[in-house]
């Protein structure tokens, strides 16, 4: 296999190939499908077409099939999460109130969209497919800020990833090694990212960063934004997870704040967790 990294989006992009003749057009393939999704969705750059509608102070905008369709994955994320997920900030938020018909979307006036997680994963999810149809199927990883999605053949032994706390740690970290063969895994966590009010995660029902037993939900499920939806969503939810993941029919790895696993589903057990 051969793998290249490199920073991009605010995190760590990488992609793994099982064929090493295939790295150079997986990179470029991946580079572009980044590229693309900062130009659509990313709310830190000011001429990002998010931000220009925002701007239009509620008025329907004309947009690329790159936002329409990383806004239509975030408002499916808030409906299967019931607005535990929801893309929406500002002084009314709500993700009912924003509005996508044929090529337009229209948001509400003094609502602000935050795409980053959902588009992500649904960047690592289309660079994965393209890589594999543009190399006849070939085995590909992508994973983006340690949120994976992969297509093609996979090795023999499936992929190895080492969930833990950082996806930036080595396989010494705390932690536990698992094997995908196909789909998705997300990891979300409160102990890496913070700003001057808490972690990153915030719980909508409160605008606050989400009081949780849980310093990380990993998730597997078939595509990235699945996976990424419902780890998220289990940090949000805290004790009520593992019904919620179990509802879904999810294998998952909740890791408290004293370092107990819980797993959920198919998900392997080690020793001293509980399920």
């Known amino acids: 296999m051969a793998t290249a990294s490199w920073e991009a989006i605010g995190t760590t992009a990488l992609v793994r ?18 590229e693309s999704i900062d130009r659509a969705a990313s709310s830190f750059c000011s001429d990002s077409e998010v931000s220009r509608l925002q701007r239009a102070n509620g008025q329907r905008v004309i947009v690329s099939d790159e936002l329409r369709q990383a806004v239509i994955v975030a408002l499916a994320a808030a409906s299967l999460t019931d607005g535990l997920v929801d893309p929406t900030l500002g002084a009314n938020p709500g993700w009912r109130d924003v509005e996508v018909k044929g090529r337009t979307v229209r948001v509400p ?9 959902t588009g992500k994963a649904l960047a690592a ?3 994965a497919a393209a890589i594999a149809s543009a190399t006849d199927g070939a085995g ?6 340690g949120d994976i999605a992969t297509a ?34 997300a990891t979300s966590g409160t102990t890496v990212r913070h700003g001057p009010n808490g972690h990153h995660i915030i719980d909508p029902r409160t605008g606050q960063s989400a009081e949780t037993p849980w310093r990380t939900a990993s998730v597997t499920a078939a595509t990235c934004v699945d996976a990424n939806t419902a780890s998220t969503a289990s940090i949000v939810l805290g004790e009520a997870a593992p019904e919620w993941l179990t509802d879904q029919g999810l294998c998952a790895r909740l890791v408290d704040n004293l370092g107990s696993v819980t797993t959920v589903g198919g998900w392997p057990l080690e020793p001293g967790s509980e399920r």
Do not use: C, K, N, Y
């Not at 590909?140 to 800020?145: A, F, I, M, T």
């Open 109 to 117: 006036a003094g609502v602000m969209l935050d795409l980053g997680a």
């Open 140 to 145: 590909v990883l992508v994973s983006l800020g």
């Open 17 to 34: 190939v099982t064929d090493h003749r295939h790295l150079e057009l997986a990179e470029s393939i991946l580079r572009e499908e980044l």
């Open 152 to 185: 093609g053949e996979p090795p023999e032994d499936g992929w190895l990833i080492h969930v833990t706390d950082d996806h930036r740690s080595d396989q010494t970290a705390f932690g536990q090694t698992v094997a995908i063969r196909r789909g998705a895994l």
């Open 125 to 127: 999810d289309h660079a």
